[in-house]
């Protein structure tokens, strides 16, 4: 079954540092991927989204590109924020899935002053 | 637009008392997901539907819990005795149907149940 792997937290950051959160996946067919953000006390928003090999999503100064030949969707953002500071989730969406979208387990990250 | 709602935002309730959880999604979306989440299980899905109808509720934990969507803009959770283990906040998203994997949900912002 379909399935995503990423990094455990929590990753902790000075401000304006490079940011990077592994994210793999597993799945069965062609899938979106996502990345979603959740601040404290907040529901997930979806950050950004690719939707085929080789695509990259982007928002807010972060990125992913999606790798078929890794089956990854790393998120990356050059410089972060205090208020970056969330839990991020990756997740992937397919046909094969029945369109659920399946989301990994939450990467927290702090970011201090 | 203004966005997926959910109430109540908070719930405090007794051991064997029946909770309801509201949610109205936005206009327009045709699939509506309900997830629970702790810091021990993390992003449970229990249950969606699509068009109003439901799909898949293998999430559901136990028969105490069962969910409706009486029409397109609204669906409620129920739990029926709660327990104290079902404290956790409940999330609901909605999504646009159609061609399905490539649309992003848009989440309410959860209703935080304590149940003593």
């Known amino acids: 079954g379909n399935s995503v792997t990423q990094m455990e937290g929590p990753v902790t950051l000075s401000e304006e540092a490079f940011l990077t959160i592994n994210c793999t996946y597993t799945a069965t067919g062609y899938p979106s991927l996502f990345w979603y953000v959740q601040y404290p006390g907040e529901g997930l928003q979806l950050l950004l989204k690719?939707?085929?090999?080789?695509d990259k999503g982007s928002n807010k100064g972060f990125e992913a590109t999606y790798r078929k030949e890794t089956t990854s969707f790393h998120l990356e953002k050059g410089s972060v924020q205090v208020s970056d500071s969330a839990v991020y989730f990756c997740?992937?969406?397919?046909?094969?899935?029945?369109?659920?979208?399946?989301f990994g387990a939450g990467t927290r990250l702090f970011v201090k002053a | 637009d203004a966005g997926v709602i959910q109430s109540p935002r908070h719930e405090v309730t007794e051991m064997g008392q029946e909770v309801t959880l509201r949610c109205k999604p936005i206009?327009?979306?045709?699939?509506l997901f309900w997830y629970r989440q702790t810091m021990m299980r993390g992003l449970e899905l229990l249950i969606y539907?699509?068009?109003?109808?439901?799909?898949?509720d293998s999430g559901m934990p136990e028969d105490r819990f069962s969910a409706k969507m009486p029409n397109a803009s609204f669906s409620t959770l129920k739990i029926q005795p709660s327990e104290p283990r079902d404290s956790a906040v409940y999330f609901c998203?909605?999504?646009?149907?159609?061609?399905?994997?490539?649309?992003?949900?848009?989440f309410g912002s959860g209703t935080r149940l304590t149940v003593v």
């Open positions: 997740a992937l969406s397919d046909r094969d899935g029945g369109f659920k979208t399946i």
């Open positions: 998203a909605s999504r646009r149907s159609g061609t399905g994997s490539s649309y992003g949900y848009t």
């Open positions: 206009s327009g979306h045709n699939s």
């Open positions: 690719a939707t085929k090999a080789d």
């Open positions: 539907f699509n068009n109003n109808v439901p799909i898949d």
